[in-house]
């Protein structure tokens, strides 16, 4: 009896021990699941958020949530759609002020910190003969390119003294100094006053194309312009569809064509919609991939003539939309492009997602062409004039500028 009472309060303890450790257990996977939810909803602030973000997007096909505000009383909240066309005004939202505007900076990250960061290392470690060489192989695997990086560092070896080559900030002065050079001027702002300014977009598929109508888009109807867009990448259903979502939540008309419809129909028809009803801009995509590159190339040039058939004069800039993560490829694309139609500026896209911004600098240089907008990531803010001496302060910033920068985030 005795024994048994004694075995029946040992069973006691061990199961009150059981029991504690299953709540403690318990407790800490309720408190993991709260983290873990928590994390999802309040999604995009680390990287690793943000890119699950995108990655989910991108498999989705559908441009990024947070659009621009279109103006009270603006000319375009009055439009209804038509068979051809849809107008949507869209309510403010405060990520798209400038308050919420992601600094360069920021954008800039990833090259910062892969090129800049191996600069600065090589700068401030003991310096030798050696530097120029090092510098070299930097330079190339930030996509600056050979033949710019060559240019580059022909300078740095005329112009410095064997003594000034040898001090770091006098070599980091000087490369800021070339490379901002090489970048040339900026853009000339586009007035978008010739009723409408028609822009033609090409690129490559994938490169952002159609993101970055939808980006400016929005910011033009936040000007006060009437917008219209054309779907000319009729190769593809969801390049459509895309563009239309962009339209509708911009607040820009989407002029469309039937399924597998003639891109030059759909563009002449977009061109003649903005006239008649006194459009600033018109801006047409384009399809970055048809059955063959001959026949891409073959095609773009028609659009253009048709443009011009639509209204003389047009279009009055061919943008060329490039990838900064493809590095020196996006270069050779821009050739063969360049070889079919006459292109007067470039939107780089992805700086964000990339350590080869250096590419920015190949672009001015080798192509010879202006890079006019940016794109820092995915959301309609996140499209950016591109302005050089911007660029250059944020692609040198040094690591003690690194905390302001998270402030100003
Ligand atoms: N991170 C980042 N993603 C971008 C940027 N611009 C475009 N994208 C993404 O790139 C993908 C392809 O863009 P899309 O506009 O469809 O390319 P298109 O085929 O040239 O029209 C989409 O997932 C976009 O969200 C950018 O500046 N940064
Ligand atoms: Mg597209």
């Known amino acids: 009896m005795d ?4 075995d029946l309060g040992a069973m006691d303890i061990g199961a009150v021990v059981t029991l504690i450790g299953g709540l403690v257990f318990l407790g800490l996977v309720v408190l993991a699941i709260r983290k873990m939810a928590t994390k999802q909803i309040g999604a995009g602030d680390s990287d690793g958020d943000a890119e699950e973000e995108a990655l989910a997007r991108e498999a989705l096909g559908v441009p990024d949530a947070p659009i621009g505000a279109l103006p009270p009383g603006h000319p375009e909240a009055q439009d209804q759609p038509t068979e051809s066309a849809t107008a949507k005004p869209i309510s403010p939202t405060p990520a798209a002020s400038a308050e919420g505007r992601r600094p360069m900076r920021k954008g800039l990250e990833k090259t910062r910190k892969g090129f800049m960061a191996q600069i600065n290392q090589l700068l401030f470690k003991a310096l030798d003969e050696n530097l120029v060489d090092d510098l070299e192989s930097i330079m190339i695997t930030s ?6 990086t060559e240019r580059v560092l022909e300078d740095l070896r005329g112009q410095l003294s ?9 070599v980091r002065a000087r490369l800021e100094a070339r490379v901002r050079e090489l970048l040339g001027p900026p853009a000339a702002p586009l007035a978008w006053q010739h009723e409408p300014t028609v822009m033609m977009v090409i690129g490559v598929n994938g490169v952002g194309k159609t993101t970055t109508i939808g980006k400016l888009a929005a910011r033009l109807v936040q000007d006060g312009k009437k917008v219209v867009l ?12 895309q563009l239309e979502i962009w339209g509708d939540r911009s607040g820009a008309l989407v002029v469309r064509g039937p399924e597998g419809a003639d891109p030059s129909s759909v563009i002449y028809e977009a061109i003649q919609k903005a006239r008649s009803i006194g459009a600033h801009a018109c801006i047409c995509d384009t399809a970055g991939r048809l059955h063959t590159k001959v026949n891409l190339m073959e095609e773009l040039k028609k659009l253009r003539r048709v443009m011009n058939k639509a209204q003389a004069g047009a279009p009055h800039e061919v943008m060329m939309v490039l990838d900064a993560t493809t590095g020196q ?6 050739r063969q492009f360049k070889e079919a139609v006459e292109v007067n500026s470039i939107a780089l896209t992805k700086l964000d997602g990339t350590a080869k911004g250096g590419v ?3 672009i001015c240089d080798e192509l010879g062409l202006p890079v006019r907008y940016v794109g820092i990531g995915e959301k309609v803010e996140d499209l950016r004039d591109f302005d050089p001496d911007e660029f250059v302060e944020a692609l040198f910033a040094t690591p003690e500028a690194e905390p302001q920068m998270a402030n100003a985030n």
């Open 230 to 241: 054309a779907a000319g990448d009729t190769f593809r259903a969801a390049a459509v569809e």
């Open 3 to 6: 024994f048994g009472a004694f």
């Open 360 to 362: 920015v600098v190949a």
């Open 329 to 334: 490829n996006a270069i050779a694309q821009a």
């Open 143 to 148: 996509d600056i390119g050979i033949r710019t």
């Open 162 to 170: 064997r003594k000034e080559i040898r001090d770091p900030s006098v």
